[in-house]
């Protein structure tokens, strides 16, 4: 895809402040047709540049715990181990990183004795793992996808 321009930008950031928003609510919006809206959206969507997706609330469906794993890798297991970890369903996000943790994690749990059971059966050295850190959120401030566009 060619360098976005001003109208793909506001085309985002109505989708972002509202992604039921229709092609012609939009066009609407920003004073011009449908089809320009549409023909825009459809070519940032096919070139990857962004996509719909519903939000689950886990609380809401039965997973109260959020817990932050944070993992100290054997040495040549870090990618092993995460594409292993990805595999699971509590499993939201995992990522590798520079620094103290080779892996972060980030899983919901339905309550603590999920995230023990998770902790002591499978984050093991026979697994790769040399060390965990577990922190459970208490209270949170901001969940945003939303990128900063302007």
Request: glycine share 8%; net charge positive; with cysteine.
């Given at each position: 895809?060619?360098?976005?321009?001003?109208?793909?930008?506001?085309?985002?950031?109505?989708?972002?402040?509202?992604g039921?928003?229709?092609?012609?609510?939009?066009a609407?919006?920003?004073?011009v047709?449908?089809?320009?809206?549409?023909?825009?959206?459809?070519?940032?969507?096919k070139d990857?540049?962004?996509d719909?997706?519903?939000?689950?609330?886990?609380?809401?469906?039965?997973?109260?715990?959020?817990?932050?794993?944070?993992?100290?890798?054997?040495?040549g297991?870090?990618?092993?181990?995460g594409?292993?970890?990805?595999?699971?369903?509590q499993?939201?996000?995992?990522?590798?990183?520079?620094?103290?943790?080779?892996?972060?994690?980030?899983?919901?749990?339905?309550?603590?004795e999920?995230?023990v059971?998770?902790?002591?059966?499978?984050l093991?050295?026979?697994n790769?793992?040399?060390?965990?850190?577990?922190?459970?959120?208490l209270?949170?401030?901001?969940?945003?996808?939303s990128y900063?566009?302007?």
């Amino acid at each position: 895809m060619g360098k976005l321009d001003k109208l793909d930008f506001l085309i985002l950031e109505y989708f972002q402040q509202d992604g039921k928003c229709t092609y012609s609510q939009i066009a609407r919006k920003l004073g011009v047709s449908e089809g320009t809206v549409r023909k825009r959206a459809t070519k940032m969507r096919k070139d990857g540049v962004f996509d719909f997706m519903i939000r689950i609330n886990p609380v809401k469906v039965g997973y109260s715990v959020k817990a932050f794993i944070g993992i100290h890798s054997q040495l040549g297991k870090q990618h092993e181990i995460g594409q292993w970890l990805k595999t699971f369903p509590q499993v939201i996000y995992i990522a590798s990183y520079s620094g103290y943790h080779d892996l972060i994690l980030q899983a919901y749990f339905e309550n603590n004795e999920a995230l023990v059971h998770f902790v002591n059966t499978e984050l093991t050295p026979e697994n790769g793992i040399e060390g965990i850190d577990v922190s459970i959120q208490l209270k949170q401030y901001k969940d945003s996808i939303s990128y900063l566009l302007s």
